[in-house]
């Protein structure tokens, strides 16, 4: 069965801080994988996706994520982040025939200004 | 501008109440998911459609059952609520054409049951 693990549960960080967070999946076919972002109180929107191509994928607000296909790894990364990263994050990845989504835990990221 | 409906932002019920969550999609979309979200467990899928009528279990489908009579309305059905099924229910919907599509999310329906 299809796994998503993502190490860190909360990451403390200040404000202009370089960001990594881990995501490591398990899955034997042709993936394609996503990142997710939850801002408080709001719904889950994509933050940048992988399915083809180019192993480095650039995002929204500056995020980017590389596909490392021999470490099965997704890694999220921003050079600087800001106060209003302050989100819940989550790594996912296709699998299965029909569609599904699995999803990691979700990383908490919390920037102090 | 695409869009996922759930509903209801809140609810609250009761033990043994028979709870139903609606989730309406604006996009055409064939695939179509209820996940839940707990703090510290991410989000577990229940169940997905992938077609009018057509029905999959995912990870924690006890207790639920789903209903999709027409493609854009997903439904999820609590039998008998009980109170370890609080917790915040997501509904989204993606289209089938490939993989590497993006789910889109409702806003959440968080339940309470006392």
């Known amino acids: 069965a299809q796994s998503v693990s993502q190490h860190n549960h909360h990451v403390i960080l200040s404000e202009a801080a370089s960001l990594e967070l881990g995501c490591n999946y398990s899955?034997?076919?042709?993936?394609?994988l996503f990142w997710y972002v939850q801002y408080p109180g709001q719904h889950l929107q994509l933050l940048l996706k992988?399915?083809?191509?180019?192993?480095l994928v650039k995002g929204i607000k500056g995020f980017e994520a590389e596909f490392i296909k021999s470490k099965f790894s997704f890694n999220l990364r921003k050079p600087s982040v800001q106060w209003s990263d302050t989100a819940e994050y989550f790594c996912a990845v296709n699998g299965g025939s029909q569609g599904n989504l699995i999803f990691g835990k979700g990383t908490k990221l919390s920037v102090k200004p | 501008d695409v869009k996922v409906t759930q509903s209801s932002r809140y609810l609250v019920k009761r033990t043994g109440e028979k709870v139903f969550l609606e989730c309406v999609q604006d996009m055409d979309h064939e695939n179509m998911f209820w996940y839940r979200q707990d703090p510290g467990l991410g989000l577990r899928l229940i169940y997905f459609?992938?077609?009018?009528?057509?029905?999959e279990k995912g990870d924690i489908p006890e207790g639920y059952s789903v209903s999709r009579e027409k493609k854009e309305r997903f439904s999820l059905i609590l039998e008998s609520a009980s109170t370890n099924q609080t917790s915040m229910y997501l509904c989204?919907?993606?289209?089938?054409?490939?993989?590497?599509?993006?789910?889109?999310f409702g806003q959440g329906t968080r339940l309470t049951v006392v």
């Open positions: 992988y399915f083809s191509g180019d192993p």
């Open positions: 459609s992938y077609d009018v009528k057509m029905k």
């Open positions: 989204a919907s993606r289209a089938l054409t490939g993989g590497g599509t993006e789910a889109f």
């Open positions: 899955y034997g076919g042709t993936v394609n």
